[in-house]
């Protein structure tokens, strides 16, 4: 695709339900990464993937957070047992090499646990 | 954790007029980078910056960086109202290459 696809573009879950949030990286894009945003917040690093390899997860926030990129391409993040401070947007982001220069952002999955 | 920090917080200004915005963090870096984020979208890649370079231009986009002062800024020239953004500048903390550390953010209106 031309872009970053990230979906649901909004998700919506009852405190103790597991969430699947799905990321399309750009085609040919090594490196993909996970970043949780608050509002009015910067984006703070979850985790980073080089291919399928899981070279960096010193940002999730708790082992109820998982990610994965089996194939290298396609990456799901996970949340076990969502608590209401999940509540986030969730963005993924590609760049073509090996390090985190000039990424490319999905529109991101906005996360309401209620 | 947030790295750095962008001043101001908000800047509201007038269509033609330039646009400053500061960045200051916390540790060593290779490169700075910023970034442009609409309201609700996913942020774009604006310019990025070495830690060996001073000043960059790109379009209407003008950056410096002052490594032992440890501050970017980024200037808008002659805005427009589709500028209407938040920009955050991002550092790869400490020469990690792995994770851009992004800052608080300034939030930009432009009005015609």
């Known amino acids: 695709g031309a872009g970053v696809s990230q979906s649901p573009r909004y998700k919506v879950a009852k405190r103790g339900q597991d969430v699947a949030l799905r990321c399309d990286p750009i085609?040919?894009?090594?490196?993909l990464f996970w970043y949780q945003q608050a509002l009015g917040q910067g984006p703070e690093f979850l985790t980073y993937?080089?291919?399928?390899?899981?070279?960096?997860k010193s940002g999730l926030p708790s082992d109820r957070f998982f990610a994965e990129r089996p194939e290298g391409s396609v990456s799901t993040l996970k949340i076990q047992r969502t608590q209401q401070e999940d509540s986030a947007v969730y963005l993924c982001?590609?760049?073509?090499?090996?390090?985190?220069?000039?990424?490319?952002f999905g529109s991101g999955t906005q996360l309401s646990v209620l | 954790s947030q790295q750095g920090e962008e001043d101001p917080q908000a800047l509201s200004i007038q269509e033609g007029e330039n646009a400053t915005m500061n960045c200051s963090y916390k540790?060593?870096?290779?490169?700075l980078q910023w970034y442009r984020q609409n309201s609700g979208r996913g942020l774009v890649h604006l310019i990025l910056?070495?830690?060996?370079?001073r000043e960059k231009h790109s379009g209407r986009l003008r950056v410096t960086l002052d490594t032992s002062k440890k501050s970017s800024s980024l200037l808008i020239t002659a805005s427009r109202a589709a500028d209407t953004a938040s920009y955050f500048c991002?550092?790869?903390?400490?020469?990690?290459?792995?994770?851009?550390?992004f800052g608080t953010g300034t939030r930009l209106q432009v009005t015609l």
């Open positions: 910056i070495r830690s060996n370079e």
């Open positions: 993937f080089q291919n399928e390899a899981q070279l960096d």
């Open positions: 991002a550092t790869d903390a400490n020469g990690t290459a792995s994770k851009l550390t």
């Open positions: 540790t060593s870096i290779n490169n």
């Open positions: 982001a590609s760049s073509l090499g090996t390090g985190a220069e000039k990424l490319f």
């Open positions: 085609s040919g894009h090594v490196s």
